[in-house]
C-alpha cells in the first residue's frame, strides 16, 4: 500500500544552523499524489505547514522549503537557519489528488533547536 | 486561521462502557475525518464523512465505531463498547469540498482503563 517514511524520529539542532528532515514516500496506487508537511507546536494543534500537488514545483512557508521530487519519491524538508521557535514535531503526509481523501502520515520528525 | 474544536480534551473510559468524542468543525467545510494516533506511532485515518454519509473507512474502524452530524452540529465518533486498546489520541479535521488542505484539532486524548 502507499505510506511515508521519515526516517529520523529526533533532532537536535544549534539555533542559526540549517536543517533537513527526510521524508520519502511509495505511492503504489496513488499516480501523482498531492504532498504536505505538517507541524505540531508545543500545545496546539496539527496545522499545515506546505503543501506541494505538482511533481517537480517547490513549496515554501516560513523560510522552510520542499520540493516534490517523484523520480527520488522524496519530499525532503530544509531550512537554512533556524530559530528556537521552530521546535516542533514536523509530519510529512501524502494524498490522492482529489479534495476530501485521508491523509497518510509519516511517523513524525521531532526537532528541539537549542539557544 | 479556521479552527477545529474537539471536546474534551481528555476522557477516560472503563473498558465496555460507551464513549463519544465531539468535534466541532470549521463552518464553512464539507469534508470531516477522524484520525487515531496510539503514543509512539503515525496517525493513521480512521475515516471520513462528506453530506452525512461515511465515504471511506480504514481497517481501524471497528464495526464498534460509528460516526454522524446530526443537522450540522457536531461530528461525532461513538465507540461502542470501548476496548484497551482502544486507548489513543483522537483528531478530528475537516476541510473544503475543493481543496486538499485539512485543518486539525488538538485532539482528545481517551484512556480506556
Given amino acids: ?115 | 486561521g479556521p479552527k477545529v474544536l474537539q471536546i474534551p480534551s481528555h476522557q477516560i473510559i472503563d473498558m465496555g462502557q460507551m464513549v463519544t468524542l465531539n468535534c466541532d468543525p470549521v463552518s464553512n467545510h464539507l469534508y470531516f475525518y477522524w484520525y487515531k494516533q496510539i503514543l509512539g506511532q503515525q496517525m493513521e485515518f480512521l475515516v471520513n464523512f462528506y453530506n452525512g454519509k461515511v465515504m471511506e473507512k480504514s481497517k481501524l474502524f471497528k464495526d464498534q465505531f460509528s460516526v454522524e452530524r446530526p443537522d450540522g452540529s457536531y461530528f461525532t465518533l461513538k465507540i461502542q463498547p470501548t476496548a484497551l486498546e482502544d486507548s489513543a489520541v483522537y483528531f478530528c479535521a475537516s476541510s473544503l469540498a475543493e481543496g486538499p488542505e485539512v485543518f486539525f484539532g488538538k485532539g482528545t486524548r481517551l484512556t480506556v482503563v
Fill in chain 1, 1 to 115: 500500500g502507499d505510506s511515508v517514511t521519515q526516517t529520523e524520529g529526533q533532532v537536535t539542532v544549534s539555533e542559526s544552523k540549517s536543517l533537513i528532515i527526510n521524508c520519502t514516500y511509495s505511492a503504489t496506487s496513488i499516480g501523482y499524489p498531492n504532498l504536505f508537511w505538517y507541524v505540531r507546536y508545543p500545545g496546539e494543534g496539527l496545522q499545515l505547514l506546505l503543501k506541494v500537488i505538482t511533481a517537480g514545483q517547490k513549496g515554501s512557508s516560513r523560510g522552510f522549503e520542499a520540493t516534490y521530487n517523484k523520480e527520488a519519491t522524496s519530499f525532503h524538508l530544509q531550512k537554512a537557519s533556524v530559530q528556537e521557535s521552530d521546535s516542533a514535531v514536523y509530519y510529512c503526509a501524502l494524498s490522492e489528488n482529489q479534495g476530501g481523501r485521508a491523509l497518510i502520515f509519516g511517523t513524525g520528525t521531532t526537532v528541539s533547536v537549542s539557544p
